[in-house]
């Protein structure tokens, strides 16, 4: 499970530089200082729920299930929260009807918070279950 749990936060980390730099360079010229900055927030948590994973990754404070219950609850999180917001920032320039995109964001915000609250619980339980 490790090597997953590395391998998905290697992956997605990789596609968040990626995506940034493709914001940075490529969409700096289509879109507006907003929607920039917003695209720029889905990159940021996009690396930091990589970096999260990385170190569940390689952390043995916590089970393998518990593991893999963090990496299921992050990576639909990320999917949700910064796919939604890539889609909802760049929708000037796809023309993509956003109207049903717009609560996915919150319900993965939620995921990734869930995934934090799996390991503060176990953590604080001093079980590794």
């Given amino acids: ?12 980390g990789a596609v968040a530089i990626v995506l940034g730099a493709f914001g940075a360079h490529s ?5 507006g200082e907003t929607e920039l900055a917003t695209f720029e927030t889905g990159v940021r948590y996009q690396m930091y729920h990589a970096l999260f994973l990385l170190f569940v990754g390689t952390t043995n404070l916590i089970s393998v299930k518990t593991k893999k219950n963090i990496l299921w609850l992050v990576s639909a999180g990320v999917v949700f929260f910064s796919g939604s917001i890539y889609l909802l920032s760049t929708a000037s320039i796809t023309l993509m009807n956003t109207k049903i995109i717009g ?10 918070i869930s995934g934090w609250i799996v390991l503060f619980a176990k953590i ?3 079980k590794a279950e």
């Avoid at 499970?1 to 997605?12: C, S, T």
């Avoid at 969409?27 to 879109?31: G, N, Q, R, S, T």
């Avoid at 996915?104 to 990734?112: R, S």
């Fill in 103 to 112: 609560p996915i964001t919150p319900l993965g915000g939620l995921l990734m």
């Fill in 27 to 31: 969409l700096k010229a289509h879109l």
């Fill in 1 to 12: 499970m490790d090597k997953k749990v590395i391998a998905v936060a290697a992956f997605m």
């Fill in 124 to 126: 604080r339980g001093g």
